[in-house]
């Protein structure tokens, strides 16, 4: 059984479509983020949703939109694709509460743009 | 920017206890220590936390130093499958995001 899962698991794509990425965690957690990991391996949080709401969006360009149908749902819209967002996408969730909160990411969406 | 200082690379032999530092001697009360792995090409997967106790569990031994300016990862038979990015995170409580850092490259070889 799958925690956290996103499609697709590879993307190639040309420059300037749009594009979606899906994620989805059946783990019941109530919070979702999605990372980017760029070539030189460095991992930064783009967006965090915590009951469907949209809690951290940090310097993410407008082009970018993160969507949350429900709790379990959080998907990533990308607008006008530039060579620049090719990367690797994570998805995580977690639980909040005291005591620390660990996040369980999914596979990553490896997007390539053309 | 990330709040912590690890090695870049580290080795390790196979059946041998592997042991990866980290600095975070800015670390406040209300902040926990976390390490992730990345293994090649895998999202990163959570390992262990603490606060300022040492904890264990199946995976590793985390041992935090009494004034929690640094922590030690311990693997205690490392195999080649432990062979990834550590990243060692410090974060508050109820913050959302983590922020990773460069991590230590550990290589356990035969």
């Known amino acids: 059984d799958t925690a956290v899962s996103q499609t697709p698991k590879y993307l190639v794509t040309q420059m300037g479509n749009d594009k979606s990425i899906k994620c989805e965690q059946n783990l019941g957690h109530d919070t979702m983020y999605w990372y980017k990991q760029d070539s030189k391996k460095f991992l930064k949080i783009m967006f965090s949703?915590?009951?469907?709401?949209?809690?951290i969006n940090e310097t993410v360009p407008n082009r970018f939109s993160p969507k949350s149908p429900d709790k379990a749902h959080l998907n990533l819209h990308i607008n006008s694709l530039e060579l620049g967002d090719s990367a690797v996408y994570f998805c995580a969730s977690s639980q909040s509460g005291q005591g620390g909160e660990t996040q369980y990411f999914g596979p990553g969406t490896r997007l390539l743009v053309l | 920017d990330a709040k912590t200082t690890q090695p870049p690379s580290m080795d390790c032999a196979e059946g041998r206890a592997a042991n990866l530092p980290c600095n975070h001697s800015t670390i406040s009360g209300n902040e926990y220590v976390y390490w992730y792995r990345q293994i090649h090409s895998q999202g990163p997967q959570y390992i262990i936390h603490g606060l300022k106790n040492n904890e264990t569990n199946e995976m590793a031994s985390l041992i935090i130093t009494e004034d929690r300016k640094s922590s030690t990862l311990i693997l205690p038979h490392a195999t080649l499958r432990d062979t990834a990015v550590y990243y060692c995170?410090?974060?508050?409580?109820?913050?959302?995001?983590?922020?990773f850092g460069k991590g230590t490259k550990l290589s356990v070889k035969p």
């Open positions: 949703y915590n009951n469907k709401e949209l809690i």
């Open positions: 995170i410090v974060r508050g409580g109820s913050q959302g995001n983590l922020i």
